[in-house]
């Protein structure tokens, strides 16, 4: 689950960390009175989506200005006038793909004055089951373009759980992004803030890009961008509340309030299968008999029918969707009851796309028995590989 920048801010905040005085804005009137209770002279005004890149992004509307969705108002009229353009406007950056997304809520802030600009990041190292911290001298940029083209300006690793987060972390991300004197005792301070948010808030990564040193010699926290384990969002009702469901794919959405483990892709063959592991095999096999899938979509091991015919319908929600393979190896899971399940939602639905239904496992005759006696026009598949090539022939014709 991800959160704006203003929400990611306000948690900090909350544990001590360095950042500026802002307000969020949700209607362009609001603006001049959130701008006129900070101190200024200069504000900072942000377009809120779930994307990175926001500065380098471009409006496609042109009344949005050829400016970016992170401005600097001289005025808090002026501010005023920014929170008008942007509101309600489509941000394009190259996180959101060419698609964009409307941006509903604004964050003013107060200026500051930047000497540097760093990279800081907190997240969780799958290869070694560690909490990780990345650090470097780039911040501002796109991490991933350091990444690939001066890979010796990032200092990466990890904190052993049986001995915990020391100072002497803190100081390693001191000296890697080249702090001195009283900065180094103040990001020793950050480090601990920063690792002591991430663990009691269950989060998956804490990304601060740019943290910045001020003239003065200060440190301050000038982006946050937070993602937290969805998994453990149950426990933290307080972080669940800050779930903007606005900003989440209407299909992925509408397949959590069921349970189902749903991601939208680019291709166009819908897949319903029962496992991940499946799923993924799947995907992999419709690529390789040249087509590309729709959706990964896993059922898991106990659905019932109404799971099953919300999947379908989530599925035939997508426009670019061209066919469907439902796979399925009946374990946990019986056939009959994925037969079931797409029966009704062809009822429900309708069928406008070919559709190659390959069951294995548990009750897998009485399966295949009730989609033969459906009257529907439903391809079957004998195996894995023979759905696949059936599905992808039907696609294309």
């Given at each position: 689950?991800?959160?704006?920048?203003?929400?990611?801010?306000?948690?900090?905040?909350?544990?001590?960390?360095?950042?500026?005085?802002?307000?969020?804005?949700?209607?362009?009137?609001?603006?001049?009175?959130?701008?006129?209770?900070?101190?200024?002279?200069?504000?900072?005004?942000?377009?809120?989506?779930?994307?990175?890149?926001?500065?380098?992004?471009?409006?496609?509307?042109?009344?949005?200005?050829?400016?970016?969705?992170?401005?600097?108002?001289?005025?808090?009229?002026?501010?005023?006038?920014?929170?008008?353009?942007?509101?309600?406007?489509?941000?394009?950056?190259?996180?959101?793909?060419?698609?964009?997304?409307?941006?509903?809520?604004?964050?003013?802030?107060?200026?500051?004055?930047?000497?540097?600009?760093?990279?800081?990041?907190?997240?969780?190292?799958?290869?070694?089951?560690?909490i990780s911290f990345v650090a470097s001298t780039e911040g501002g940029m796109d991490i991933e373009e350091v990444a690939a083209h001066t890979p010796e300006k990032i200092v990466s690793f990890s904190v052993d759980p049986a001995s915990g987060l020391s100072d002497f972390h803190g100081r390693r991300v001191a000296f890697a992004l080249g702090l001195e004197g009283n900065q180094v005792k103040q990001c020793v301070a950050l480090v601990k803030t920063l690792y002591k948010?991430?663990?009691?808030?269950?989060?998956?990564?804490?990304?601060?890009?740019?943290?910045?040193?001020?003239?003065?010699?200060?440190?301050?926290?000038?982006?946050?961008?937070?993602?937290?384990?969805?998994?453990?969002?149950?426990?933290?009702?307080?972080?669940?509340?800050?779930?903007?469901?606005?900003?989440?794919?209407?299909?992925?959405?509408?397949?959590?309030?069921?349970?189902?483990?749903?991601?939208?892709?680019?291709?166009?063959?819908?897949?319903?299968?029962?496992?991940?592991?499946?799923?993924?095999?799947?995907?992999?096999?419709?690529?390789?008999?040249?087509?590309?899938?729709?959706?990964?979509?896993?059922?898991?091991?106990?659905?019932?029918?109404?799971?099953?015919?919300?999947?379908?319908?989530?599925?035939?929600?997508?426009?670019?969707?061209?066919?469907?393979?439902?796979?399925?190896?009946?374990?946990?899971?019986?056939?009959?009851?994925?037969?079931?399940?797409?029966?009704?939602?062809?009822?429900?639905?309708?069928?406008?796309?070919?559709?190659?239904?390959?069951?294995?496992?548990?009750?897998?005759?009485?399966?295949?028995?009730?989609?033969?006696?459906?009257?529907?026009?439903?391809?079957?598949?004998?195996?894995?590989?023979?759905?696949?090539?059936?599905?992808?022939?039907?696609?294309?014709?």
């Open positions: 689950m991800n959160i704006h920048e203003y929400q990611a801010k306000a948690l900090l905040r909350s544990y001590g960390a360095p950042v500026s005085d802002g307000r969020v804005v949700l209607k362009a009137e609001e603006a001049k009175t959130a701008a006129g209770e900070l101190d200024g002279p200069l504000w900072v005004v942000k377009a809120q989506i779930h994307a990175g890149g926001r500065g380098k992004g471009k409006f496609k509307e042109p009344e949005a200005g050829e400016k970016g969705g992170v401005r600097l108002a001289k005025s808090v009229e002026e501010a005023e006038t920014l929170a008008k353009q942007m509101l309600g406007r489509t941000l394009v950056t190259h996180q959101t793909g060419p698609v964009g997304k409307q941006v509903n809520r604004i964050y003013i802030e107060d200026g500051s004055d930047i000497a540097r600009e760093l990279y800081l990041a907190l997240l969780v190292d799958r290869q070694s089951s560690r948010a991430f663990t009691e808030k269950d989060m998956e990564m804490l990304e601060i890009n740019p943290l910045i040193v001020m003239p003065d010699g200060n440190l301050k926290v000038l982006d946050a961008k937070i993602s937290f384990d969805g998994n453990a969002i149950y426990r933290h009702a307080d972080i669940a509340a800050l779930r903007d469901e606005t900003e989440e794919d209407p299909k992925e959405l509408a397949a959590s309030k069921f349970d189902l483990n749903y991601i939208a892709l680019d291709g166009e063959i819908g897949c319903m299968v029962n496992g991940a592991g499946l799923a993924m095999a799947t995907m992999d096999i419709i690529k390789l008999y040249g087509a590309e899938p729709a959706n990964f979509l896993d059922v898991g091991g106990g659905a019932t029918k109404e799971k099953v015919t919300e999947a379908f319908k989530i599925i035939t929600s997508d426009p670019n969707v061209k066919g469907i393979l439902v796979n399925i190896f009946g374990g946990i899971m019986r056939c009959d009851v994925i037969a079931e399940g797409v029966l009704a939602a062809v009822k429900e639905v309708g069928l406008k796309v070919p559709l190659v239904v390959r069951l294995e496992g548990t009750n897998v005759e009485l399966g295949k028995e009730i989609i033969r006696n459906s009257g529907l026009n439903v391809i079957a598949g004998d195996n894995l590989a023979d759905a696949a090539q059936k599905i992808v022939k039907a696609v294309k014709g």
